[in-house]
Each structure stands twice: as structure tokens, then as C-alpha cells.
């Protein structure tokens, strides 16, 4: 009985990045259609931090920013992929990082970007991980600490990408909304509602940070306008 259990559960350390494995696919040529769009939706700015959040959990938040942060890289840009999702951080997984040290040890003064960074096995594209999970993640996010923090991170690359918590959970999505330059918002074909997609949308419109689109996931149908994900 436990093994089935074990089996309907989702094995974040089984993730595996398309745009990584297979990046002449059509689901990673989707995934440089939403780097394009960002370009696009920004024409005045250079967006230098972006967000993925969406309303709930387990709608593809995750799974889209680590390959959005792969093929970024893959355009030669130096990227740092952050995981400020310090409730359910799976970046490490992806990447298959200890966590020993990551964003929280940032936060709290115990450690450096430098000395916390993960170079990983994709070229120009560097890791931070959530590290040990902290019992006030919204105050860690909304510190001083974090704005500096952001600051050299941005100095450093040239563009510095954050998972977070869902947004309607929790406000850590809509604290970093208001410091990074762009959100995106991810909504996930046959789970998402329309009333918790628009209330996440409205969540996120008073931001400091524009919202640039809407990612759908999961669509299983190869429109050539849907973004999405499979298996082969
Ligand atoms: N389009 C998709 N098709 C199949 N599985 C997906 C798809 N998008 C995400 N997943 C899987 O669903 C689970 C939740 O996705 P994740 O990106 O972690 O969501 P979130 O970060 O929003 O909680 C993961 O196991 C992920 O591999
Ligand atoms: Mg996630």
C-alpha cells in the first residue's frame, strides 16, 4: 500500500528539463516562443528579474521558469535562476543541488551570492537554491536585504529569474512582484479556474511589476499558438 502511495505522488527528484534533454523539441521551441513574447511584451525596458507565480500550487510554476531560465542561457545571456519559493522549493531538485546553502542563508546574513551560487551543467545558467526552509519567508522576502541582494544580482547577470509559492496563498509572489521587473502567470489546462486565474491576476496587477503574460501549461494539443509539455 505504500508503494502506491508512493506512486501517485509526484517525485520532484525524478524532474527533468525538456529545453535541457531534447531542446530542438517542439515543447522547448514553445518555451523560446514565451522568451520571445517577454521581449515583446517589454519593448521599452530590458527586463532584467522576472517571476513565475500562478494562483495555486502544482500548475506548472516550477517546471516553466527552469526551462524558461534554460533557454535564456542557451541565447548566450549569463542567467541566476533563484528559488524564492521558500515553502516548496524544488530548484534543487532540478538541478540536483544538496540545498545546503541557498537564498534563506542569503537573507539572513549567514552567507554571499558568491559563496552560495551553483554553477550548473547547462552553459551560463547559475543556481541558487532555497536552502534550509525559514519560518518567515514573507519577511525574508520583503527585507532590505533582499533589495540589495537583487541589486548585485542583476550588476552580475544579465538576467535573474525567480520561482515562487502560489499567489494566492501566500503574499511572497506579490512582495517579489514589487521588486522584480516582470511577472508571468502561469495557468494549467484542465486544473486552473478562471475565477482563481483572475483573482490571481488581479493579486498581481497592483505590483510595482508588469505583468507580462499568461503561460498556459499542460495544453495537450498542437495548436501552434499553445505552449505545451509531454513526454516525448
Ligand atoms: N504540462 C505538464 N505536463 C505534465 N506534467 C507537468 C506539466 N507541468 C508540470 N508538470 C508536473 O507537475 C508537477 C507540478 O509542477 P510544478 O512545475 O512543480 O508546479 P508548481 O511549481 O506550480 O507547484 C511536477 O511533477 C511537474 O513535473
Ligand atoms: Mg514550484
Redesign the pocket.
Known amino acids: 500500500m505504500a508503494r502506491r502511495k508512493n506512486h501517485s505522488r509526484?517525485n520532484?527528484k525524478m524532474?527533468n528539463l525538456i529545453t535541457k534533454l531534447n531542446p530542438k523539441s517542439p515543447i522547448s521551441e514553445q518555451y523560446r516562443t514565451i522568451r520571445t513574447n517577454i521581449q515583446y511584451a517589454s519593448v521599452d525596458e530590458t527586463i532584467k528579474s522576472l517571476l513565475v507565480t500562478?494562483s495555486g500550487?502544482?500548475?506548472?510554476?516550477?517546471?516553466?521558469i527552469a526551462n524558461l531560465a534554460v533557454v535564456y542561457a542557451q541565447t548566450g545571456k549569463k542567467v541566476l535562476l533563484i528559488d524564492a519559493d521558500l515553502r516548496k522549493p524544488?530548484v534543487h531538485y532540478t538541478f540536483r543541488l544538496d540545498n545546503l546553502r541557498g537564498l534563506s542563508n542569503i537573507l539572513v546574513g549567514e552567507t554571499t551570492l558568491n559563496d552560495s551560487v551553483n554553477r550548473t551543467d547547462v552553459e551560463n545558467l547559475d543556481v541558487i537554491s532555497c536552502g534550509p526552509i525559514p519560518p518567515n519567508p514573507s519577511e525574508l522576502l520583503a527585507s532590505r536585504k533582499m533589495d540589495a541582494f537583487l541589486r548585485e544580482a542583476t550588476d552580475a547577470y544579465d538576467i535573474v529569474i525567480f520561482d515562487t509559492p502560489p499567489v494566492l496563498a501566500v503574499t511572497d509572489a506579490q512582495i517579489m512582484a514589487n521588486i522584480v521587473d516582470g511577472s508571468l502567470l502561469?495557468v494549467r489546462s484542465g486544473q486552473t479556474n478562471i475565477e482563481a486565474a483572475t483573482k490571481a491576476k488581479e493579486a498581481l496587477e497592483p505590483a510595482k511589476a508588469k505583468l507580462l503574460g499568461t503561460v498556459l501549461?499542460?495544453r495537450e494539443k498542437k495548436a501552434s499558438n499553445y505552449y505545451?509539455?509531454?513526454t516525448n
Not at 500550487?57 to 516553466?64: H, I, M, Q
Open positions: 509526484p520532484n524532474r500562478s500550487p502544482g500548475e506548472g510554476k516550477s517546471t516553466t524544488t502561469v501549461n499542460g505545451y509539455y509531454g
